[in-house]
């Protein structure tokens, strides 16, 4: 939408007014001043696409690593402890590319006093070795420029008590989850089917 309205987010659905039934028009939470998705819909076709294309990425990359391990040119190279962190982290047995997080542990998160949404945030497992997804919920909306930039300020969620002293060394049961049991490259490729597309497995038999 352009103009005044360009940050309103709706939602049509079919309800009934004192008229009888109809199409409504629901006003939801806005980018700016309350905690929304951040995202866009995004249809199945989409999502698939967008699967395939970072397996691409990733597979492209790790291939040129089997290059340089067969080259004897970069034997001091590879020695390097640089080197061998950038490979273990595109590495398929430390790529997460899939996982489910249960209904009870997101409403646990939203059911926190003033959570208003859930962020996500990429991480390292030291436990198992793996990339991970962690959620946990957030509160308010900060509205503060990003540093180094002069475009229009980020918006961006923050987490439940950390504004709050009483919230710090506390021993609250619940803040967020770290996702395990999670689906990773490796194992796709372990049981890649002929023509198989990582989306194939994801969406479908996974």
Do not use: W
Not at 118 to 143: A, E, H, M, P, W
């Amino acid at each position: 939408m352009k103009g005044a309205n360009k940050c309103i987010n709706r939602m049509v659905v079919n309800g009934r007014t004192i008229k009888g039934e109809g199409e409504m028009t629901c006003n939801l939470a806005d980018d700016r001043m309350e905690v929304r998705g951040f995202g866009k819909p995004v249809t199945e076709a989409a999502a698939r696409k967008m699967v395939d294309d970072y397996y691409k990425e990733i597979k492209s990359a790790f291939d040129f690593f089997d290059i340089i391990e067969k080259d004897a040119r970069y034997k001091e190279l590879k020695k390097n402890s640089k080197y061998k962190a950038l490979k273990n982290f595109i590495n398929p047995n430390s790529q997460t590319v899939s996982g489910v997080f249960g209904k009870e542990i997101i409403l646990q998160i939203l059911a926190q006093r003033n959570c208003e949404g859930i962020r996500y945030v990429v991480g390292k497992d030291s436990l198992n070795k793996l990339n991970t997804v962690i959620l946990f919920g957030v509160d308010q909306v900060s509205d503060k420029p990003t540093a180094g930039t002069r475009k229009r300020p980020t918006v961006a969620s923050v987490p439940l008590g950390k504004n709050d002293p009483s919230a710090k060394g506390s021993n609250e049961p619940l803040h967020g989850e770290v996702h395990e049991h999670s689906y990773t490259l490796a194992q796709y490729l372990e049981n890649k089917p002929l023509n198989d597309r990582l989306s194939d497995v994801l969406f479908d038999s996974y």
